[in-house]
């Protein structure tokens, strides 16, 4: 009986899998000249901004620059992704907004 057979996760991705999609991800960041610090510095102010108008669930937050096809198929485009959990909406003061 193998051993390592059984701790081994259902459907757990391989590591070659992952390696590549990492890979992709350095590429993406690459042809769009984001480097990782540029990535997080926009993440911050995403968050800072949303945060003002509700309470957003920070450990499942996902935001990631990756490439979809481009709207004439000529190729594919780079795409920043949000994935942003909400879990409530904050009362925002609308008075303070309309003098502004």
């Known amino acids: 009986m193998d051993l390592f057979h059984l701790l081994k996760k259902k459907n757990a991705p391989s590591s070659g899998s992952v390696a590549k ?3 992709k991800l350095v590429l993406v960041h690459d042809r769009v000249n ?3 610090q540029v990535l997080e510095m926009l993440k ?5 901004v949303i945060s003002n108008y509700m309470e957003i669930d920070n450990d499942e937050l996902d935001i990631q620059i990756t490439q979809t096809e481009s709207d ?4 594919t485009v780079p795409v920043l992704y949000a994935n942003i959990p909400i879990k409530s909406m904050r009362k925002v003061n609308q008075d303070s907004d309309a003098k502004s």
């Open 21 to 23: 999609d990492r890979l």
């Open 34 to 36: 984001c480097s990782s």
């Open 44 to 48: 911050t102010d995403i968050i800072k």
């Open 72 to 75: 004439d198929k000529n190729g």
